[in-house]
């Protein structure tokens, strides 16, 4: 029967120890799945070049999927969760129009990612757009699969979830970030609340919740309106925009 094989002394011994002391053990199933599709409505000749990124992603996936999850999970101080372990993540793959952003996740699902490309996108901008979304739905991931341990804020689910989601995606990617790319986080932060915030069937939310408002305060205070004496109801109202929690098990 062999012993324990004898460590060196000093430098070695400490070279020994770090070679034989496993920091984090992964098993290949620690990571969510991801399937990339075409999504349906696509005309017969975006298909053939979307399926071209189709297979573009699903090589990127092949070589360095895990290596990208891995950050993501480093950088934010979590992991993906089991929910998303389980059932896998679904990237549908669109044509990007006029109409559509780079991408955006089902509200009360964050494990479908709808993906807007263009045929002209470069390998940089693909890769990009893949891992921004995926920083999206691992962030919805912790909303809607766990309890909140804290107050909500208006846009905290907007505004500083995009910032944070530009700042992690741009480490993922390993640019630096200074002041420049600090900037740029925070101007696709503003403009992605502006866009979400200008969208139809959000401003008609905002719109009939607002006017809702009004009108019971002109109810309250037929005399004298007193708007300022009753803004935190007005805060409480605006939280009911935040997309709902799905009911799954707390984990």
């Known amino acids: 029967m062999k012993g324990k094989p004898a460590s060196p002394n000093g430098e070695q011994e400490i070279n020994y120890i770090q070679r034989n002391t496993s920091t984090r053990c992964r098993a290949i199933d620690d990571f969510p799945s991801i399937t990339f599709k075409i999504g349906t409505g696509q005309t017969k000749n975006d298909r053939l070049w979307l399926t071209k990124k189709k297979e573009y992603y699903e090589k990127i996936w092949k070589n360095s999927g895990p290596k990208i999850l891995r950050k993501i999970e480093d950088i934010c101080g979590d992991t993906f969760t089991s929910t998303s372990k389980e059932k896998g993540i679904l990237v549908l793959l669109y044509k990007k129009t006029a109409q ?5 996740l089902k509200e009360d699902n964050p494990l479908e990612i709808s993906l807007y490309i263009s045929k002209t996108d470069n ?24 309890f909140r341990d804290r107050i909500q804020t208006l846009f905290e689910d907007i505004l500083a979830d995009e910032y944070v989601t530009s700042i992690v995606t741009f480490t993922v990617l390993g640019r630096k970030l200074g002041r420049t790319n600090c900037t740029k986080a925070l101007n696709q932060a503003i403009e992605e609340t502006v866009y979400r ?8 939310k905002l719109v009939d919740l607002l006017y809702c408002f009004s009108q019971e305060e002109k109810t309250k205070n037929k ?8 803004r935190e109801e007005l805060v409480l109202k605006l939280l009911t925009f935040l997309p709902k929690n799905i009911n799954l098990e707390l984990e």
């Open 123 to 146: 390998t940089n901008t693909t890769k990009e757009t893949l891992i921004r979304m995926l920083v999206h739905s691992f962030i919805w991931q912790q909303y809607e699969f766990h």
């Open 223 to 230: 005399k004298r309106q007193d708007i300022l004496e009753h």
């Open 100 to 104: 559509t952003r780079y991408g955006n």
């Open 197 to 204: 915030l200008t969208q139809k069937q959000t401003q008609n």
